[in-house]
């Protein structure tokens, strides 16, 4: 049976070269150093249907920057080392091992041998080099390129032979390994050209036809309809295989269809149109679980997510001429006790049980409980306490009124807006719970739910708010992720963006602390330290962090090895495990 | 003579509804602020007439809601804490009529039970009093919209109708662009220049000037009709030549012609404001949390959850219809009225 299909299939590839789409997997050569996969033995076959709530706007995984782009690239694209999104542990993908030098400065990487693009084409090292030649160059302005300069020093890269490279450092750098998850090798073959000619940024657009693209992902690109959907075959040349040998994947096809939003997402999933939905809210959830045994599909709360979100006060310097209210009022946001005042006077608990229906976690510190190894277990979290804050208040010289008002010092009322996305219904309820909150101290907050985009270019751009809810997501559970958040010169550095030099004492000892974690190698020595900045954070609120969404996810029955993860994207992740049960396609359409 | 019963009816009718509106501090039995996070989408209480030892008791009894461990918005009645209904209670304080401070309010019980006609929302506010509360502002939206667009409508109407010539043309002309304008889009731009300091009462004021504003056009070509056929009349061309001043013939002869068309499009123009006021908050442009209108309550149920979920959110968009019925016969009663007068 292996033999007659083996040659069935080396058949077909020679005499129709390796174009054409190949019905059977390519047969496994000796020399080929494929993965094994320790999953479930599946079954081959099948189709697979995704909802994205918007169209990608490229397959380039060199310029993509929005989710659903990325979220189809992922299927198509190999890394060298991957961060499992299960175990949260880096394991060998392209490079089958890695050699540190005891400096912490070189990083040898050996390539696996016998490896073909979705193309059919080799890989060797030279495609490796090229892939970070490309993310490295300055003019192509590749998201990437962020992380692959360390203190100001672009990554290294050399070839030692055609299966091996060395990457060098400037310094000692904690989670290098992390650095390569996700990051793409591209085909030399397809894109030097491009590149040469500096169209590398066109490249690849939605337009491409399937012969131009290939990628080392398991599934590779075959057609893309506009507005609808994009549909991905399996690549016929993966380089994992299961234990008994079976290449990966065992889908035939993925299919993405473009919905319109949340809502359509789930509607169509209730119709059995999808397969996996991604990304529930929580309201969705609980619509959806009450058919979970009817229509045989499952939901999964995997617990608090990444993502934490907050209020927080503008305190970047302003210029006085056009902002003379909001200075004003950024005497009482860089008082400190009045930002522990406020935190103290919100209610997380009932925040995180409204606005996500009990799946949520209230949060004290930006690090959530998903990222179990580096939160800082002892930092306190304090029940809400009206008499807490007003006492913090009154020792910051404020007062009230007969009526209750708060005032400051020079008898003006306190009053500010919040700022929210009106588009995340989640944040805006969270402004309205903290608006009612804080009236219990005297304080009239006004809720403000703005465009996306303009709330954005307040907070990043014009400075132009007093206080904003903002929910920020880390993509990896490491605190190098976060860096451009912590740091004083950051450009997320959301509540003064990118100061000079750090406004306060307590910014100055973060920024320390965060420097060195980085360059420190051993991850005990460095959670003491993350846990310190933890420690910071909580006691000088610059975020007053408020509640985490649960992850939840859901898939049909049918579907097998389904094992979402708290890390993006979620659910398929390990697309290439996944089969289905029983016969046919899993989608009714 | 049948004509005017109904419209004693009816105008009956809608001044009831109105009543309730200017009173809604009164008839709410809670603040339309308060939130109750116990007891998030809890369902409209149950009157029970019989406790648990099965006494029968005259007054409906209300008891307290608990939520189910384990779950959301899933609530069991404690039959062992009931609490009757009682009218003229004590409550929380508010202003009647923006002027008087008051605490009593027509019905209600004893705490820790409350009496959820319509259940609560996402916060555990009640929707009831926040329904009366928005009507406030939808309603009286609609009236103050319709007085501003009827009296620029009515003002530039007799202009153009009695000068002709260039005012006509000028007016007319300039009532088209408003009728083409794309008013929705220019709202929404113009809401991201607006200053991030808007309170509840300045943007309802700011909905309503905007709303009365643009819909002057169309009264207006009405009323420029009616004024093009009534300057003609010979009681007119008298008091013109008897030397009457134009602002004189206007106001004595012209204006009372149009009276009948005035009020008939009054009586057409409040539902209409009434939806567009309730559209703008429905889209967020409109009145802000926490104050309620009706368009903004309902802004609850773009998300499919609540949509499917909870029936009661839907009191707002009910509780549009027999307004929006009121006023619409209102205005075939007038304008059969009127057409009678005129033969």
Not at chain 1, 97 to 107: E, K, M
Request: charged share 20%; aromatic share 10%.
């Amino acid at each position: 049976m292996v033999v007659l299909s083996l040659k069935r299939a080396l058949i077909i590839v020679i005499s129709l070269h390796a174009f054409i789409a190949v019905d059977q997997a390519y047969p496994q050569h000796p020399s080929e150093e494929v993965a094994i996969s320790e999953n479930q033995i599946g079954r081959p076959g099948g189709r697979l249907v995704v909802s994205l709530r918007s169209e990608p706007k490229t397959l380039n995984p060199v310029t993509s920057t929005d989710i659903s782009s990325r979220e189809v690239i992922a299927q198509l694209i190999g890394d060298l080392v991957h961060i499992n999104r299960l175990s949260q542990q880096t394991e060998p993908a392209l490079a089958k091992t890695w050699h540190i030098s005891p400096d912490g400065l070189r990083y040898t990487l050996q390539l696996r041998r016998g490896l073909h693009f979705s193309d059919g084409h080799p890989v060797d090292a030279d495609d490796v080099i090229f892939s970070f030649k490309v993310y490295l160059d300055e003019s192509v302005h590749s998201p990437q390129r962020d992380l692959l300069v360390i203190k100001g020093k672009p990554i290294g890269i050399e070839r030692v032979d055609a299966y091996s490279v060395v990457f060098t450092l400037a310094q000692p750098y904690a989670a290098t390994e992390r650095l390569f998850d996700s990051i793409a090798i591209l085909p030399k073959h397809l894109l030097e050209e491009a590149y040469k000619s500096g169209k590398l940024l066109q490249a690849w657009g939605l337009g491409t036809s399937p012969q131009g693209i290939a990628g080392l992902g398991p599934f590779r690109l075959k057609e893309y309809v506009a507005g609808q959907r994009i549909t991905l075959e399996r690549n016929p040349y993966y380089w994992k295989v299961d234990r008994n040998g079976t290449r990966l994947p065992y889908l035939d096809q993925i299919t993405f269809l473009f919905v319109a939003n949340a809502d359509t997402e789930v509607i169509r999933f209730q119709a059995g149109d999808t397969d996996i939905i991604n990304r529930i809210s929580a309201e969705d959830y609980s619509v959806l679980e009450k058919e979970q045994s009817a229509r045989s599909f499952h939901l999964f709360d995997l617990g608090p997510s990444l993502e934490f979100n907050f209020l927080f006060f503008n305190l970047n310097t302003v210029v006085p001429a056009q902002s003379s209210e909001l200075i004003r009022r950024q005497v009482w946001f860089r008082d400190v006790k009045f930002r522990q005042a406020i935190s103290l006077g919100i209610d997380r608990e009932a925040i995180a049980r409204i606005v996500y229906r009990g799946r949520g976690t209230p949060l004290w510190t930006p690090v959530t409980p998903a990222s179990s190894f580096w939160v800082n277990a002892a930092i306190p979290h304090p029940a809400r306490s009206v008499e807490g804050a007003r006492k913090l208040l009154a020792s910051a010289r404020f007062s009230w009124k007969d009526d209750g008002t708060l005032v400051d010092a020079s008898g003006s009322p306190v009053a500010f807006s919040i700022i929210t996305s009106a588009s995340n219904l989640q944040r805006t309820q969270m402004a309205t719970m903290i608006q009612a909150d804080l009236k219990d101290l005297g304080i009239q907050v006004q809720v403000v739910p703005l465009d996306f985009h303009s709330a954005l270019d307040r907070i990043f751009q014009t400075h132009d708010y007093e206080a904003a809810v903002l929910g920020l997501g880390a993509g990896d559970v490491d605190p190098t992720s976060e860096m451009n958040v912590w740091l004083s010169s950051g450009n997320d550095h959301v509540w003064d963006i990118g100061e000079p030099h750090p406004a306060t004492s307590w910014e100055l000892e973060i920024d320390q602390l965060m420097e060195k974690q980085l360059s420190t190698m051993k991850p005990s020595n460095r959670k003491l330290l993350y846990d310190r900045v933890q420690e910071i954070l909580a006691d000088d609120v610059p975020l007053i962090c408020l509640a985490s969404p649960d992850v939840l996810v859901g898939a049909k029955d049918q579907v097998a090895n389904f094992k979402p993860g708290i890390l993006d994207p979620h659910a398929l992740w390990n697309s290439q495990e996944l089969f289905l049960r029983g016969n046919g396609n899993a989608s009714t359409r | 003579m049948r004509d005017k019963n109904k419209i004693a009816v009816l105008l009956f009718c809608l001044g009831a509804l109105h009543l309730a509106a200017i009173f809604a501090g009164f008839f709410s039995p809670y603040d339309f602020a308060q939130q109750d996070r116990a007891i998030p989408y809890a369902p409209p209480s149950r009157l029970h007439f019989r406790d648990v030892k099965g006494t029968i008791h005259w007054r409906p009894l209300v008891c307290l809601l608990v939520e189910r461990p384990g779950t959301f918005g899933v609530y069991d009645e404690d039959l062992q804490k009931c609490f009757p209904l009682r009218f003229m209670v004590r409550g929380s304080e508010y202003k009647l009529l923006g002027l008087f401070k008051s605490t009593w309010h027509l019905f209600g019980v004893s705490v820790p039970a409350r009496v959820l006609l319509m259940g609560t929302d996402n916060y555990g506010r009640d929707v009831f009093s926040r329904l009366l509360y928005g009507s406030q502002v939808s309603l009286l939206a609609g009236l103050l919209a319709t007085a501003l667009s009827l009296g620029i409508g009515a003002l530039l109407g007799i202009m153009a109708g009695y000068y002709g010539g260039w005012i006509d043309v000028v007016v007319m002309r300039c009532g088209e662009l408003f009728l083409a304008l794309p008013w929705l889009y220019l709202l929404f731009a113009l809401r991201a220049f607006l200053p991030l300091h808007i309170n509840s009462g300045q943007a309802f004021l700011l909905v309503i000037a905007v709303i009365g504003t643009i819909g002057w056009a169309r009264p207006a070509r009405l009323i420029r009709g009616v004024v093009l056929s009534g300057k003609e009349r010979h009681y007119v061309l008298a008091a013109q030549l008897s030397g009457g001043s134009d602002l004189y013939v206007m106001r004595r002869h012209i204006l009372p012609q149009t009276w009948s068309i005035l009020l008939t499009q009054a009586a057409l123009l409040i539902p209409q404001y009434i939806l567009a006021e309730v559209t703008l908050s429905f889209l967020g442009l409109g009145v802000g949390e926490p104050a309620p209108s009706w368009g903004n309550m309902l802004a609850t149920l773009q998300q499919y959850s609540v949509l499917v979920s909870y029936w009661w959110m839907w009191a707002p968009g009910l509780a549009v219809i027999p307004v929006f019925l009121g006023y619409l016969l209102l205005a075939n009663a007038l304008q059969a009225k009127g057409g009678l007068h005129r033969v």
